[in-house]
């Protein structure tokens, strides 16, 4: 099944990890795909790997960053039907202990970074009286642990963004969702666990068994469903889904 032959697919963060995933899932299914990361040589590495995909060097939480890549895109390709706003860091610490440095970069790339997303490509979709916004929002928006205060704050406020955008543009036939991810196993995973592990004294991979042993199906997620789940949300069977944020963490959280 052919479901994005044609389309033009952004995703940010694509380099590595879930928008990798992404990026492979929506290319396999016929869709050109615009790689936008941080992280050039990874970004080419990805788009290079792909049968329609194009690399573009982007800070997220820069304003001009953000519209330039949207401006190659188009000037590539003319349209941009799907945007996967998923380029996020992640930095966990006991509230006495969060830097307002690490708070500020978590909530530059993960929430002012995705409303930066949404604005660059709003204009065109509207345009185009047609396209798809899914935001890449974690279980961490919907409940909160110890330690995660900039991050849990980053996710929520990814939901309330996700609303109003899919308020906006739903009359012009732009649909705007979020995934809640609980965890799957990605070099952001990794190193949450080594630092876990270091501060327990742990041997290295302790605290991802832990989360898998705790998880109501024994496991982590993979990138894989998680992307199966993305693109899903992007198609147009779901078109008439709008201002949800849809859980994918294996039954974690339950509400
Ligand atoms: N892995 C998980 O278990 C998990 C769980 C819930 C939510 N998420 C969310 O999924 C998304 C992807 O996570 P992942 O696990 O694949 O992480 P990852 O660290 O493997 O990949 C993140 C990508 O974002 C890019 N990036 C970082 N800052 C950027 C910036 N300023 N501009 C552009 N690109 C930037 C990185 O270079 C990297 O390629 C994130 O938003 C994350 O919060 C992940």
Not at 11 to 21: D, S, V, Y
Not at 172 to 184: I, K, S
Not at 239 to 252: F, H, P, V
Request: hydrophobic fraction near 45%; proline fraction near 3%.
């Amino acid at each position: 099944m052919q479901r994005f032959q044609d389309n033009v697919i952004v995703i940010t963060g694509g380099a590595r990890g879930i928008g990798k995933a992404c990026a492979e899932r929506f290319a396999a299914e016929g869709g050109r795909v615009a790689v936008l990361d941080i992280d050039e040589a990874a970004a080419m590495s990805t788009a290079e790997a792909l049968d329609n995909g194009l690399a573009i060097q982007c800070d997220v939480t820069d304003r001009d960053s953000v519209q330039g890549a949207i401006e190659a895109v188009l000037e590539a390709w003319g349209r941009v039907d799907v945007l996967v706003a998923n380029a996020g860091v992640y930095r966990g610490a006991p509230l006495p202990e969060v830097s307002l440095e690490d708070w500020r970069l978590v909530l530059a790339v993960n929430l002012t970074g995705v409303m930066l997303s949404c604005q660059a490509v709003a204009p065109t979709m509207m345009q185009q009286a047609g396209g798809s916004i899914v935001i890449m929002s974690s279980m961490g928006g919907k409940t909160s642990w110890p330690a995660t205060a900039a991050y849990s704050a980053s996710k929520s406020g990814e939901l309330g963004l996700m609303r109003s955008v899919a308020q906006e543009l739903g009359p012009h036939n732009v649909n705007c969702n979020a995934v809640c991810l609980g965890h799957a196993d990605t070099e952001m995973m990794r190193a949450v666990d080594v630092r876990i592990c270091e501060e327990n004294g742990w041997e290295p991979g302790t605290y991802l068994q832990q989360l898998a042993e705790t998880n109501p199906m024994k496991r982590l997620g993979t990138v894989e469903e998680t992307a199966a789940l993305i693109t899903f949300l992007a198609s147009e069977e779901a078109r008439y889904i709008n201002g949800q944020a849809i859980e994918i963490d294996g039954g974690l959280l339950m509400c």
